[in-house]
Antibody, heavy 120, light 107 residues
Framework: QVQLVQSGTEVRKPGASVKVSCRASGYTFSTYIMHWVRQAPGQRPEWMGWINAGNGETKYSQKFQGRVAITSDTSASTAYMELSSLRSEDTALYYC?????????????WGQGTLVTVSS | EIVLTQSPATLSLSPGEKATLSCRSSQSVGSYLVWYQQTAGQAPRLLIYDVSNRATGIPARFSGSGSGTDFTLTISSLEPEDFAVYYCQQRSNWPLTFGGGTKVEIK
């Protein structure tokens, strides 16, 4: 069965960076796109970007351009999302979410979420 | 950016009743509209893709309709596990965007 297991809770100070991992199992990692979506408390989900795990191609929301980097390691079936220059508004639950296929741009499996808290 | 507006914000209904949820888009998304269900403390769950196609394992009481800018998710007869928050998402334009959600609560 498909599983996406994310790394644990992170606490950072403003201005710092955070890197969240997402280990996939139960499918061929390199044949799917992986997205990152965040959700602040009580807010709607917000799409951040994706990576094609097969060729490393990425696409980011303009809102996060320059601050976010999504990478993957096919040998470890793991995707990563690094967000830099953190501010308090970045406090949220960060999810990895598998694309339905190779570019359908909706999400059929989600990780359990990683809470990132930004506080001085 | 395409803005999705969901209404109502909260729907108070009893088990067995019919729920009708609306999602309106600021510009046409064609048929590229998706619905998710989110229960407390959980990640969203894919319900419906491309307006009316149920995802794997989704019961037939969930149905979707609409086109262009106006979309509806219908739950024909609410089961206890259906009380949750529902989000729509468009995949027509970048960035992908979500609606603000409709909470279906027990009356």
């Amino acid at each position: 069965q498909v599983q996406l297991v994310q790394s644990g809770t992170e606490v950072r100070k403003p201005g710092a960076s955070v890197k969240v991992s997402c280990r996939a199992s139960g499918y061929t990692f390199s044949t799917y796109i992986m997205h990152w979506v965040r959700q602040a408390p009580g807010q709607r989900p917000e799409w951040m970007g994706w990576i094609n795990a097969g060729n490393g191609e990425t696409k980011y929301s303009q809102k996060f351009q320059g601050r976010v980097a999504i990478t993957s390691d096919t040998s470890a079936s793991t995707a990563y999302m690094e967000l830099s220059s953190l501010r308090s508004e970045d406090t949220a639950l960060y999810y990895c979410a598998r694309d339905y296929g190779g570019g359908y741009f909706y999400f059929d499996y989600w990780g359990q979420g990683t809470l990132v808290t930004v506080s001085s | 950016e395409i803005v999705l507006t969901q209404s109502p914000a909260t729907l108070s209904l009893s088990p067995g009743e019919k729920a009708t949820l609306s999602c309106r888009s600021s510009q046409s998304v064609g048929s590229y509209l998706v619905w998710y269900q989110q229960t407390a403390g959980q990640a969203p769950r894919l319900l419906i893709y491309d307006v009316s196609n149920r995802a794997t394992g989704i019961p037939a009481r969930f149905s979707g309709s609409g086109s262009g800018t106006d979309f509806t998710l219908t739950i024909s007869s609410l089961e206890p596990e259906d009380f949750a928050v529902y989000y729509c998402q468009q995949r027509s334009n970048w960035p992908l965007t979500f609606g603000g959600g409709t909470k279906v609560e027990i009356k």
